[in-house]
């Protein structure tokens, strides 16, 4: 009988033999600060073992949430670009209670060069220290602090965009929801990369991802209890902590989503495409066949990824109309 691990595409199955994948899965989210020590060393590594850019600038900026603290903002941007620059305010992974805005370095170097777009890197609070949807609250007051600050960033603030993958997807969909509902200026688009949308762990692909590793059911029901609290799996949920559960979808911006067939938020990424299809809004949707979660990032060389990053960079170059840098 054909398992789960049968269907992976065999290149996604060699990285995922390579990986130190142990009873609990890839990271063992239940010691929260052990986990989030080894996301650090991962990061580390990958960064010592990736050639740096000297094209692209990294500065630091600091904005303030609703509660008077400074959200860390990381500024990746092209040394060579004249006059205002396209920006993606990007929301890293780590399911929303793991991870840090310099872990994704070396990927948002990789996407400036290809593209020529600045980033900003939002360092969001985590839970369960900061409940959500604090994080959400981050994201919109760094969006307000760059739009209103964009001149002097020389950024163009009529290309500016948000995106962010897996727990950062979620950061990324709640902020462009407070955008949208508070009234301030819209960004050209959205971007959830295997996104982490719905609490409720109801869909077929959140009961099927039982055993890979990477980001399983038992881990995701985890995270949310963190999140969330004992509102978790309630009728007590807001959309900015669950965009999922949002049902009016009018007014927001166009939208990339991209997922793997063997994800658990596949099914949850699917149907936000089609919520938003529903209220007329332009979708760009890519389901990559025989994929788990974040391939992209855990098999780099594979043919799939490759794919993903020319999908992906063709998007931005043609929604912020740039071009690679020199």
């Not at 939002?122 to 949807?133: C, G, I, K, N, T």
Request: charged fraction near 25%; aromatic fraction near 8%.
């Amino acid at each position: 009988m054909t398992t789960l691990l049968d269907r992976i595409d065999p290149e996604l199955a060699e990285a995922l033999a390579n990986l130190p994948i142990g009873s609990d899965g890839l990271l063992d989210v239940t010691n929260i600060p052990k986990a989030r020590e080894s996301v650090r060393q991962i990061a580390e590594s990958i960064a010592q073992n990736t050639p740096d850019d000297p094209r692209i600038s990294v500065q630091e900026y600091r904005a303030k949430s609703y509660d008077g603290y400074e959200v860390p903002i990381r500024m990746l941007r092209p040394k060579s670009a004249i006059g205002p620059v396209p920006l993606l305010v990007w929301f890293h992974a780590g399911g929303q209670i793991l991870g840090f805005a310099a872990q994704d370095d070396p990927l948002n170097k990789m996407l400036i060069a290809k593209t020529g777009c600045a980033i900003a890197s939002v360092d969001y609070r985590l839970a369960p220290e900061y409940p959500s949807p604090t994080g959400a609250k981050d994201g919109f007051a760094a969006w307000k602090w760059l739009v209103k600050s964009a001149e002097d960033l020389q950024i163009d603030s009529e290309r500016m965009a948000i995106a962010g993958g897996s727990g950062g997807g979620c950061i990324a969909a709640a902020t462009t929801l407070l955008i949208r509902d508070h009234g301030a200026k819209a960004p050209k688009f959205q971007a959830l990369i295997c996104p982490m949308l719905d609490d409720r762990n109801e869909t077929p692909s959140s009961k099927m991802i039982e055993d890979i590793g990477i980001w399983d059911r038992k881990t995701n029901i985890f995270a949310w209890k963190n999140i969330l609290g004992e509102k978790s799996g309630s009728n007590e949920v807001s959309v900015y902590s669950a965009p999922a559960r949002e049902t009016n979808f009018k007014n927001l911006p166009e939208t990339f989503i991209a997922v793997g067939e063997l994800d658990l938020f596949r099914d949850e990424s699917l149907n936000y495409a089609l919520g938003l299809q529903q209220d007329n809004i332009p979708v760009e949707l890519h389901l990559y066949p025989r994929a788990y979660h974040s391939f992209n990032v855990f098999a780099p060389k594979s043919q799939l990824t490759l794919s993903f990053n020319s999908t992906w960079q063709t998007y931005i170059k043609r929604q912020f109309g740039s071009k690679e840098i020199d």
